[in-house]
Nanobody
């Protein structure tokens, strides 16, 4: 059974850090693109970052560039999102998804969502 489980969310003050984890089971994450997404209250889900499964390249939305870092540990079948210098506007439910590179690219660059493997999300609240 293919499954993705996010963890690591919580309450943090502005300027703080969190590391989110996305652990896969039922398939080998190494061969797939992994993406992080978020949905704030009243807003549409947006792509935050992704890591290619083919060449290891990464992409970051402008809103998080320089503050967030995506990585993966293939031995643990887990991907991570290190979030530093958190801002109030980073508050959202964060989701991970894994799929073929071209599908991930379609989401981030064309707005086409045909990603099939999603986690249930983890809540990040940035508040003083």
């Amino acid at each position: 059974q293919v499954q993705l489980v996010e963890s690591g969310g919580g309450l943090v003050q502005p300027g703080g850090s969190l590391r989110l984890s996305c652990t896969a089971s039922g398939f080998n994450l190494e061969h797939y693109a992994i993406g992080w997404f978020r949905q704030a209250p009243g807003k549409e889900r947006e792509g935050v970052s992704y890591s290619s499964g083919s060449d290891g390249s990464t992409y970051y939305a402008d809103s998080v560039k320089g503050r967030f870092t995506i990585s993966r540990d293939n031995a643990q079948n887990t991907a991570y999102l290190q979030m530093n210098s958190l801002k109030l506007e980073d508050t959202a439910v964060y989701y991970c998804a894994a799929d073929l590179d071209w599908k991930m690219g379609n989401y981030f660059f064309s707005g086409v969502n045909d990603l099939t493997n999603w986690g249930k999300g983890t809540l990040v609240t940035v508040s003083s």
